[in-house]
C-alpha cells in the first residue's frame, strides 16, 4: 500500500520560509516522479512543482519560480519543497504526489499522478 505522508507546514510571516517534507513508504521514490500542489480555500487545486525521475529535471509553476526549490533524496525516500521569501498568496494545503508512469513529470497536470498525500497547510501571515 503506497503512503505519501506530508509535513513541515505551519504558521510563517511573508518573506520567510518553510521546508514540506513528503515521505514515502510502499513504493520507490527513485522510480517516480514527484509533484507538489497546492490548494486555497475556494480555489482550483494548482501545480507548484515536480521533479522527473530518469532525469532529475525540475520544473515550476511560474508564480514560484526563483522562490521555491523540489529535491529529492532517494536513500530517505523522500522528497522535498523548500519554500522561500513566501507571500500571503502561497497559503495554501500542499500536497505531494508520485507518478510511477511517465518518463517526464508534469507539475500543472494532477491527473497524471496516482498517488497522494493527506495535505499540510502552509499559512503565510503577519
Known amino acids: 500500500q503506497v503512503q505519501l505522508v506530508e509535513s513541515g507546514g505551519g504558521l510563517v510571516q511573508p518573506g520567510g520560509s518553510l521546508r514540506l517534507t513528503c515521505t514515502a513508504s510502499?513504493?520507490?521514490?527513485?522510480?517516480?516522479?514527484i509533484g507538489w500542489f497546492r490548494q486555497a480555500p475556494g480555489k482550483e487545486r494548482e501545480g507548484v512543482s515536480c521533479i522527473s525521475s530518469s532525469s532529475g529535471s525540475t520544473y515550476y509553476a511560474d508564480s514560484v519560480k526563483g522562490r521555491f526549490t523540489i529535491s529529492r533524496d532517494n536513500a530517505k525516500n523522500t522528497a522535498y519543497l523548500q519554500m522561500n521569501s513566501l507571500k500571503s498568496e502561497d497559503t495554501a494545503v500542499y500536497y505531494c504526489a508520485a507518478d510511477l508512469g511517465r518518463r517526464v513529470c508534469m507539475y500543472h497536470d494532477a491527473s497524471s499522478y496516482d498517488d497522494w498525500g493527506q495535505g499540510t497547510q502552509v499559512t503565510v501571515s503577519s
Open positions: 510502499g513504493i520507490s521514490l527513485n522510480y517516480a516522479n
